[in-house]
């Protein structure tokens, strides 16, 4: 079978790219043909992930509630690839803290990273974009179902949809499409070493499928929104989360 070749000769940036479904992207968006710069807090997991993708990756070192960081990573793309067709903003925060336990410290925490994050990784990357360009939001099946303990992140990941709907109002005219890819529970190393063997068949059960996603998986439907596949596609929804969300 010969290799698809959506992505060639684009360039793409996914925040949160060194680990999970964010490197799984990567790797796909490469296979696809495209340029690809990962953008990430740890440097020794920036190094480890380049070492696997190879000649057409870069990686910037840098948080995504740090807009020095972003211009910083922006003013790498445009010296070495001059334009931009391809956004994931990945990076995403959550941990358990239910009503009542709730610290500024965790609004701090998962709201600068999943919503401040997610404005100005995009903002800061439209002066590279241009007509054809694609950016993905990287949503979750718990922005629809709530989850125990875990409401900012649920409440972050709705607002995540809801920007969506309102830059494709905002991008009328640009030949820019913006959409939210909102996976259900996925086997990444973070998910499996948090969860324990009992958590993943918990969640694996939750699910009509009966299993967790491979982050592989994920990735292949970021690389259909960054593609000409999705040409018509803009304030969609993408739930690849193995029905969780949608019975």
Known sequence: MAPITRLTGKTAVITGGAT???????????????????????????????????????????????????????????????????????????????????????????????????????????????????????????????????SLYSASKAAVRNLARSWAEDLKGTGIRVNVLSPGPTATELAKAALGEE???????????QRMADPSEIGAVAAFLASDDSSFMTASEVAADGGLAQI
Not at 76 to 97: F, H, P, W, Y
Not at 199 to 209: E, L, S, V, Y
């Open 20 to 150: 999970g479904i964010g490197l799984a992207s990567a790797k796909r968006f490469i296979d696809e043909g495209a340029f690809v710069f990962i953008f990430g807090r740890r440097q020794d997991a920036l190094d480890k992930a380049i070492a696997e993708l190879g000649p057409n990756a870069r990686a910037v070192q840098g948080s995504v509630s740090d807009l020095a960081d972003l211009d910083k990573l922006y003013a790498a793309i445009k010296a070495e690839r001059g334009t931009l067709d391809i956004v994931m903003a990945n990076s995403g925060a959550g941990s358990q803290l239910k009503l009542g336990e709730i610290t500024v410290e965790h609004c701090n925490e998962v709201l600068d990273t999943n919503i401040k994050g997610a404005v100005f990784t995009v903002q800061k990357a439209l002066p590279l974009m241009g007509k054809g360009g694609s950016i993905i939001l990287t949503g979750s099946s718990a922005g629809t179902t709530g989850a125990a303990a875990m």
């Open 199 to 209: 958590g993943q068949k918990m969640f694996a059960n939750m699910t009509p499928i």
